[in-house]
């Protein structure tokens, strides 16, 4: 697959932090799996992988808190 961004790069297996807001919540995941584009960083995460993210951040905002920083780990 070519980057739909740049057009140029072939995204690679890495890692990356990824940012979700909800209502009074910010939870930051570190060492989220990911293809990323040597060329302009672009991110692409799958599908399984972004669902697992948005229940994660859905629990932390549950908690009440307002800044949840945690290192991702897949179900």
């Known amino acids: 697959m070519t980057c739909v961004i740049c057009k140029r790069g072939i995204?690679?297996?890495?890692?990356?932090?990824?940012?979700?807001?909800?209502?009074?919540?910010?939870?930051v995941f570190r060492q989220v799996p990911a293809q990323i584009c040597p060329d302009c960083g672009e991110r692409y995460l799958d599908a399984e992988v972004m669902e697992a993210v948005y229940a994660a951040a859905e629990a932390a905002a549950a908690t009440g808190a307002e800044i949840d920083v945690r290192t991702f780990h897949p179900v």
């Open 11 to 27: 995204p690679q297996s890495g890692t990356t932090t990824v940012t979700v807001e909800r209502p009074g919540t910010l939870v």
